[in-house]
């Protein structure tokens, strides 16, 4: 796998890049209280300057909508990516919205049809993707369970020079009781979710990793920053080794540009779709 140097991409995160190194090194304890500072700190109004399609518009005549990333003064930040014809995709996504009825044509209303894959930007997995007796069984996004979905979380980073390998998993020390972790990798620092095509140059969980957080943690909630939770090579077995018990909820594609590391409270909320083995999902975290 050739990977660009992420830093001549994102220049903005090179101090970041030196902070998580050296809190990679601390004992978690630490890591939370230090999140725990820099979570004020991220308070500040002018958070989230790299995400596009954010700040300020100038035009006169006041309708120039807000779009954000944190509310409430970065008490609630968005993890969630917005869903343009552009992102990445599995499938080329092409035009998604159309405006059935429009005002400008006479209607009294307007009001567009979407069409898009259940795997589109931010998503979920349910225990049918990958498993077919599961699919027929109807194991869908309506069958998850929002109480996996909503609850504390920690928001970690992983190193950023592999995959999350059982030796990584390791490292990272996660303790015992830790139900929902969102792994940050260098799919982040590289931008990939806001590339125009779908690199299979990401990182992710190779099946090693994916086995040894089944067999040692009680991780339930499984984030990650690009489409797939699973290595590019692989794909299937670190997807089976998540899937199986379908007590493991698959969030994709989230969007942890910024956000500092630590505990929060994760809210992730899929479309109730019966026969939908994915589904675009909204995830936010709250202090
Ligand atoms: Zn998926």
Request: net charge negative.
């Amino acid at each position: 796998m050739t990977m660009k140097n992420p830093l001549e991409e994102r220049p903005n995160t090179r101090m970041k890049q030196k902070g998580f190194l050296t809190m990679l090194k601390a004992p978690l304890p630490l890591i939370l209280i230090l999140a725990d500072l820099s979570v004020s700190i991220a308070s500040a109004s002018d958070a989230y300057p790299t995400i596009p399609g954010t700040g300020d518009c100038l035009r006169t005549d006041g309708l120039v909508p807000v779009r954000r990333e944190v509310y409430g003064n970065g008490r609630i930040i968005d993890i969630t990516h917005r869903i343009t014809p552009e992102m990445p995709s599995f499938e080329r996504l092409g035009q998604i919205l159309w405006l059935a009825h429009s005002m400008k044509n006479g209607s009294s209303f307007n009001f567009s049809l979407m069409k898009l894959p259940a795997h589109t930007g931010t998503h979920v997995d349910a225990p049918g993707h990958y498993f077919d007796q599961y699919f027929d069984a109807g194991f869908d996004v309506d069958t998850l369970d929002l109480e996996v979905l909503n609850g504390p979380a920690l928001l970690i980073d992983v190193p950023r020079d592999k995959n999350i390998t059982a030796e990584v998993m390791e490292s990272l020390k996660i303790p015992r009781g830790v139900r929902r972790v969102l792994f940050r990798t260098l799919n982040t620092d590289r931008g990939l979710m806001y590339k125009n095509f779908f690199d299979t140059s990401f990182v992710g969980f190779k099946e090693d990793g994916a086995k040894w957080l089944v067999k040692n943690t009680d991780i339930k909630l499984v984030g990650i920053d690009y489409l797939s939770i699973a290595a590019f090579d692989d794909d299937i077995s670190s997807h089976l080794a998540l899937l199986e018990s379908r007590e493991i909820i698959v969030v994709e594609g989230l969007k942890l540009d910024d956000v500092p590391t630590g505990l929060y409270n994760v809210h992730c909320l899929p479309l109730r779709f019966p026969g939908a083995e994915g589904s675009p999902i909204r995830c936010i975290l709250m202090e």
